[in-house]
């Protein structure tokens, strides 16, 4: 820059603070101030550096020695074990005392899992053509090892007879069942130290001795304008709640997109299966029946009952010749019931509507049947459909509430009445049965 004369205009030392009078005030040779953060007692500095993340703490570690021998050091454990918490505390029986073993310490676990980490325990359902699917992924304190199971609903028909009449009416049917819920041996996912992504961001299971090919695919979510977007195929559907949702079909199998895990989002992912043997020549391997699968997040706190919601939550019920299947049930409001099938039927599928309750306050009558008295009837409406989901249909039914674990719906059109029971998911995570038989209404 250059004064109207000509000349160089100065602008002082490099980098210089002035004050109004045009004094230098500092310069970089000052000594830079200490960071404040050490001069507090060692007691609230670990309470502080507590409440950070993993990835916050290697990241404080980075600014300086101090910090670092702080965030690494011998005593440095705790802070790691609020870390990894989230991750192990909910995957142990209530009684258990929380270790990092097999790892021999917490910073070593978050380490060897540290791509993971954003994997907590919690309940998944994918997007399966019609029945869906529900997964429950939990950390495996036996194997250090973060799993993916799929979940399955049974039933057991009690000895001597199926079905229990009504009391109120003989004419109307209820299924003598018992509710249980099964999980393979083996995940359908395994993540751990030696989990790897390969050059299009996927992670490769071990091989399955039948040829079935797993491999996780990260997804990313769709922006609020794009999900507003009518045309666009979604997963989850609009019918149930969610963190994210991402794009339900792909011309391509969503190959090629190379989602990097930055982008992706903590409630979405997807599985590619396929069946894959040795070909007639040496070396070679033919895939076949690629399938892939959207799965996402059911939000956690949006399964656990409070007072003003008392009903929502994981539930399970004998759909007779359709076998046993998963329902959410939804309280948008306090007086507002919406139960969403997870898992469905050829008749009315995954993501869709069971039932309805509008007014959850307005009681129609009190029971007074021997097989629940004084429990409350209030107005439903029940949703019935035609092969293929044609002509679906919501009819008048009652929703008998006979307490926060147990409920059942009269189908007054088909005279049946569904048991549904509540299913505890902390503790399927922990290793439970995830169903309470205390309250089983038929003997």
């Known amino acids: 820059m250059e004064t109207a004369d000509g000349q160089p205009l100065s602008v002082g030392p490099p980098l210089a603070a002035v004050d109004i009078a045009g004094a230098v005030v500092s310069s970089p040779e000052a000594e830079p101030e200490p960071c404040l953060i050490l001069s507090l007692p060692s007691e609230l500095k670990l309470l502080i550096f507590s409440l950070l993340d993993g990835e916050s703490l290697l990241s404080l570690s980075a600014t300086c020695r101090a910090l670092r021998e702080i965030v690494t050091g011998i005593s440095s454990d705790d802070l790691w074990k609020s870390v990894c918490s989230h991750l192990v505390r ?4 209530r009684e258990a005392p929380m270790s990092p073993a097999p790892y021999v310490s917490y910073r070593a676990l978050f380490n060897a899992l540290r791509l993971f980490m954003w994997f907590t325990p919690g309940l998944w359902h994918g997007n399966r053509e019609i029945h869906g699917t529900l997964y429950l992924s939990r950390y495996n304190p036996g194997t250090g090892h973060i799993e993916v199971y799929s979940l399955l609903g049974l039933f057991e028909h009690s000895a001597g007879h199926t079905f229990h009449r009504w009391s109120r009416n003989p004419a109307v049917l209820m299924l003598d069942t018992r509710p249980m819920i099964q999980r393979p041996a083996s995940p359908i996912l395994r993540f751990s130290s030696g989990s790897r992504y390969d050059r299009t961001s996927e992670i490769t299971q071990k091989h399955h001795p039948r040829g079935l090919q797993t491999s996780f695919v990260h997804a990313a979510a769709l922006s609020s304008d794009r999900v507003n977007y009518k045309q666009m195929k979604l997963w989850p559907p609009l019918t149930m ?4 949702r991402t794009r339900n079909d792909s011309p391509t199998a969503f190959r090629g ?13 997807r599985l590619r299966q396929e069946i894959s043997f040795a070909g007639s020549s040496s070396g070679s391997t033919i895939k076949m029946a ?15 009952p409070d007072e003003e919601h ?3 939550g994981l539930w399970i019920a004998d759909y ?3 076998g046993g299947e998963f329902m959410f049930f939804h309280q948008p409001t306090a007086n507002s019931l919406h139960a969403v099938k997870l898992t469905g039927d050829p008749n009315v599928p995954r993501g869709e509507y069971t039932f309805l309750v509008d007014d959850l306050s307005h009681t129609e009558r009190i029971a007074t049947e021997e097989e629940w008295p004084g429990a409350r009837v209030v107005a439903a409406r029940g949703q019935t459909a035609a092969f293929n989901f044609t002509n679906p249909t919501l009819s008048p039914t009652q929703l008998i509430l006979i307490s926060p674990d147990v409920v059942c719906h009269y189908w007054i059109n088909v005279y049946r009445i569904t048991i549904y029971r509540r299913v505890d998911v902390d503790d399927l995570i922990s290793g439970g049965s995830g169903i309470s038989y205390s309250g089983c209404l038929v003997p």
């Open 257 to 269: 997109q190379l989602i990097s895990p930055l982008d992706a989002s903590p409630y979405l992912f």
């Open 90 to 93: 909910p995957s142990l029986p």
């Open 310 to 312: 008392p009903y929502r």
């Open 241 to 244: 709640p969610a963190r994210d």
């Open 320 to 322: 007779d010749s359709h």
């Open 290 to 304: 690629e399938r892939v699968e959207t799965i996402a997040r059911v939000p956690d706190d949006l399964l656990i």
